[in-house]
């Protein structure tokens, strides 16, 4: 059986991190520059992150493999408590891809995000022009699909942060918990 394990951020991360964001197919994907995938920008990054934490602003985890190898990032970000909303962002490696690591890791971090944080809406988007992303939120059986006019400021946030055309889709808290007390 498919296992992985998200844990905080650390240093010692960075240059596992930066080499798989430096693969051509996640990094552009994730639309990053040569600057943020070089380990000093993976570093920067991770402070950033550890940074965010404390505010809470986000919760970030690494996503690790069975036999602790990192494979990913998945991050709870814009945290809004009087909103009862944020969004979530995932990247996984490139040799990890078609494996099951996305659902598995999301369907862990969005339990923290309907429990501990107690929040309703979580936020999952993607470019338009990311098909391979679009794709994957379509496989989870509970989230919801095309929610733009519904939620129409949280898809004009998620563009002017991406600069770039998305689609918005939303995990409600009822529909995940529903879905999580049956398959766990």
């Known amino acids: 059986m498919l296992k992985c394990s998200l844990v905080p951020h650390d240093k010692s991360y960075a240059k596992s991190m930066s080499s798989l964001t430096s693969a051509p197919k996640v990094k552009g994907a994730l639309g990053l520059t040569d600057e943020q995938t070089s380990l000093e920008g ?3 990054f991770i402070e950033f992150v550890q940074e965010q934490e404390k505010i809470g602003k986000q ?11 990192l494979i990913g990032v998945i ?3 814009d945290i809004e408590p009087t909103k009862k909303t ?4 995932t990247w996984i490696g490139h ?3 078609g494996k099951g690591f996305n ?3 999301k369907s862990e971090i969005l339990y923290t995000a309907f429990t501990l944080f107690d929040l309703d809406y979580v936020f999952a988007g993607a470019k338009l022009s990311n098909i391979r992303s679009q ?3 379509e496989k989870l059986p509970y989230i919801r699909i095309d929610v733009q006019t519904e939620f129409l400021d949280n898809l004009i946030n998620m563009e002017l942060q991406l600069n770039e055309p998305c689609m918005l889709n939303v995990i409600e808290r009822k529909m995940f918990m529903n879905w999580y007390l049956t398959h766990n």
């Open 135 to 137: 794709k994957a939120q």
């Open 86 to 89: 944020c969004y979530i962002g």
């Open 75 to 77: 991050t709870l970000k």
């Open 59 to 69: 919760y970030s985890r690494v996503i690790l493999d069975e036999t602790g190898e």
């Open 42 to 44: 993976t570093l920067s």
């Open 103 to 105: 659902a598995l890791a």
């Open 95 to 97: 040799p990890y891809w």
